[in-house]
C-alpha cells in the first residue's frame, strides 16, 4: 500500500516509495537523510522540525510525506547556495543567536519564510513569527536580533 | 597579557556546524545494524512486580531483544546506587522503565512494548516529601541501607531518608537574643523540567567478543558516566568508551544516566547490533529527571539596621524516586541558603527524602536557585519590615574580600557589590513609579546571589601541533550548547599564539580524549581553561626551542603570536607552519604537550579543618533587578525588563557571557510564571509541550546583560564561570517586584496568573 510521491529537496527532486502514514519529517531524516531538521516532540509544539514548503514554514512533524508531493522543500541544508551562507545564516553566526544549536535551522528557516514575504519585518513581526519555534537556551533576544539586522539591511536600502 | 581572542567578542567556532544543520547530535547517529528501542513504563507510582509476560511481545515480527530486570538486575547511581536500569521486583513512579524491546523498526519496538503484560500489587505511596520523612510513612527502598553509596552521604536505612547535612556555626540563640527582629519565614519552590530542545537520547553498542560498551550520546560528563557503567558491569574503564555528539541541551538534565540506561540493557542482548534509544517528549517530561522541589524553612534574626545576627534553615528536598545527584544538591546545594551575607550564628538541617515521583537531578544552579529563592525572598521581607531600602540592607551585610565564608575560607574577588550597584542603576533603582493608568500596576525587585563550583575536581587536556602547524585539542569538555568549546579555543589559540581558526576542538571521545570531571557546576572555563594554559605553554614552549634551533637563536629572543614566529630584532621570522615542515620535513610528527589542573592544594581554599569541602575555588555573584506590571484585573505578570549583572572574573568571550545571562533570564521567568507539573495519583497529567508552557519569543523582556570583572587570581586570564548561577536571582526579583507592585508576598512557587489573581481578589480591603 506504499504511494509513489514526486517532491523537490532543495533543488533536487525524488521520486519514492512512501507509506501514507510517513510524516515529511520522517521522510526527510529517515529516507533523505536530511538530518539538520530536527524533532523535539513529534506533535507540532515546539517547532523544532520547521521546514518550508512552497516558501511557507510548515511543522513537518505534521504534515504527511504523501501531502508533499509536487512540492518544493527547502531545509536547512539547502539554504546555503556554492559555500555563501544565506544572510540569515551570517546573522546568526556574527549575532551570536546559536546555542545549543537544536532549534536553529527551524528558527532560520521561519524567519526566511517571514522575511521572503515581508523582507523589511519589524521587531513585533519577528517575534511573532518565530513564537512558534521554542529555544530553551534562551537564545531570543539574540535570534531576534540576528533577523532583524538583516531585516533593517533590506528597510535601510 | 595582550591577547588576540580572549576578551573579544568571537563568533562561536560550532555556530556554522549549527546554522547548516551540520552538527550532530545523539539523535543523529546511525550505525550499520542499528536497531531501535522503546521502553514499557509503570502506570503506577508505587508497586510490586508480580509477574511480566514477554512472550507476545517475543513474536512480533522485527523484534530482536526483550528485556526485563530479571535479565539485566544491575543497578546505578552516581552518588546512591540506588536505581535500576530496568525495575527489579517492585516501581517506584510512574514512568519508570519496566520492560524494553530492540526492535528493526521504531513501529515493531512499539508494537511489542505494547504486548508486554505486567502484572502488579499496588503499594500505598507518598508524593510529599514533608509526609514521606515522616514515621509510618511507606518506605519506598527498603534496602536503602545495603546501597553502595558516597560515604559523605549519611543515608538513614528504615526510612525514606536519602542523605542529612547539618551544619552550625556559632550559636544561633545568642544571635536570636541580640537581634531586634527576628523573621521566621517558609517558602516552596516546584519541581519543574529541564526541557531540552533535544530530549534525552543515546546509541549503545556492545561487543560481546572484546566486551566493550560504546555509548554515543550528549551526557554533560562522559568521563563519569563511563566510570559510573565501568563500575555496574564489572568493567575496565577502556571498557566502556563514551563518543559525545553535540548536545541539544543539557541544563544539568544531562547529568545522569537516562536514555543510555535503556540501551545499555538492550545492547546486552542484540548480539552486537546498536540499539537507538530516543525519549519522546512525553518520556523527557515524565521520566527523565526534574529540579529538585523543596520546602525551606528560614529564621532570620536582624538587628534595627538591618545587620543579621543569625540565620536557622531548614531544607526538605524531594528525591524523587532514585538520587541521582539529589544528595549533593542537598549537601553543597545547600550551603548558600545563608545568602551572600556575613551571618556570625548559623543553622542549618538538610534532609533528601524519596517520593515516589521522577528522579530529581541536577538542574543549572544545584540547588543554588531552591535556596536563593528563599533567602532572597525572605531579605526582601526583612527590609520591608525595617524600613530600610532592599538594596541597602544587602550591601550592608554583603562578603567582602578579605571576609570569612561559612567555612572559614577567605572570601576573594567579590565583584558582588559592584553587582548590585550595576543592576540596580540599570533598572532605576529609587526612581518614581509612574502613574498607574488601569488595571495595571508596576513594581521593581531585587535579588542576588553567591554560587561555588564544586571544588577541588580535576581536568586534563592534551594539546597537538600538527605537521602543518594546525592545532588540536583533546579534552573530555563536551560541548553542551554554552560554547565550551569556543572559549577553550579561544584560550588555546591565545596561550600558544597561534591563530583561532587553526585550532580543532574535537567532541569527546573517552577513549582518547583525557579525563574531565564534567561539564557541570559551571567550571568548565576555569579548569579546562586552566588546563589549557598549561598544555599550551608547553607546547608553546617547544615550538621557540625548535625555532631557536632552525633559526640558530636564543629562543628568549623569539615570540609567537598569530602562527608566526618572530624575532625581538624581526630579522628572523618563520610561520610555525614553516617551522613544523623544517623540523620533520615530509616525514610527519608532531609537537605535543599535556595540561593537567586541580584546584586542591590553593591556598585560596583554605578553610576551618574537617569542612575544607564547603570551599570554591571561586565564587560567582549576581544580582538580578527585574521591573514587572502587574495586571489586577487578570492576574497576568507581565516582566518588562530585567537587568542582570553577573561578576564572571574576566569575559572570554563576551558574547557567551551574554547567551548565558539572557538564556537564563528568559528560563528563570518561565520558570517562575509558567511552569508547573500538574499531578494525580503521582501521574504528571500536562505532558505535553501544549500544557506544560515554557516562554516563547512573545514572553521576551528587555534583558539587559551587565558584566562585571573582578580578575581571579587563579582563573585563566582572570575567568571564572557564569552559566549556572545567572538562574538562581531571576524567581526572586520577579517576585519582590510583583511584590512591590501590587503589595503581595508570593512564598510559594511558581506564581501563575490564577495565584495571582486569587490573591489580589483575597487581599484585604
Redesign the interface.
Known sequence: MNVTIDLTVNGERHRLEVTPWTTLLELLRETL???????????G??G?CVVLVDGSSVNSCLMLALDANGRQIT???G??SNEE?HPL?AS???K?A????????AM?LSAKALLDRNPGASEEE???A???V???????????EAVRTVSKEVEDS | METQYVGKRVPRVDALDKVTGQAMYSVDVELPGMLYGATLRSPLAHAKIVEIDTSAALTVPGVRAVVTGKEFPFTFGHMIKDQPFLSIHKVRYVGEPVAAVAAETEAAAQEAVEKIRVEYEELPAVFDPRKAALDGAPIIHEDLGKYDHGNVYELVPGTNISTVMKYSRGDVEVGFSEADEVFEDEFYIHPVAHTPMETHAAVVQYTPSGKMLTVWSSADAPCQRAKDLAKVLSLSFNQVRFISTYSGGGFGGKGAIVAEGIGVALAHFTKGRPVKVIYSRQEELTASQVRLEAYLKLKTGVKKDGTLTAREAEIIWDNGAYSSKGPEVARRGTLTIFGPYRTPHLTLLSRLVYTNKQPSGAYRGFGTTQVTWACEAQIDIIAGKLGIDPVEVRLRNFYADGDPYINEQIMHTAGLRETLEKASQEIGWGQKKPKTTGTKVRGKGIATTIKGTNTPTDSYCFIKVNVDGSVTVLTSSVEIGAGQKTVLAQIAADTIGVPLASIHIPNPDTCSTPFDFGVTSSRTTYHMGNAICLAGQKVRRQILETAGEILKTDPERLTLREGEIIDRDAENQMTLKELMAKKYGGKGGAIQGEGYFTPAGSSLIKAKPGIEWMSSIFWMWATHAAEVEVDTETGVVKVLKIAAAHDVGRAINPIGCEQQIEGSVIMGLSNTLFEEFKMEKGRIMNDTLADYKVATTLDLPEIVPIIVESHHSEGPFGAKGVGEPALAPTAPAIANAIYDAVGIRFKSLPITREKVLAAIRNRKP
Open positions: 537523510h536530511l538530518t539538520g531538521t530536527k524533532e523535539g516532540c513529534g506533535l509544539e515546539c523544532t531545509t536547512i541544508e539554504l546555503a551562507l545564516q546568526f553566526i556574527e551570536g546559536v546555542q545549543c544549536g537544536f532549534c536553529t535551522p532560520i519577528i517575534r511573532r518565530l513564537s512558534g521554542l529555544c530553551r537556551c534562551g537564545s531570543y533576544t539574540k535570534i531576534i
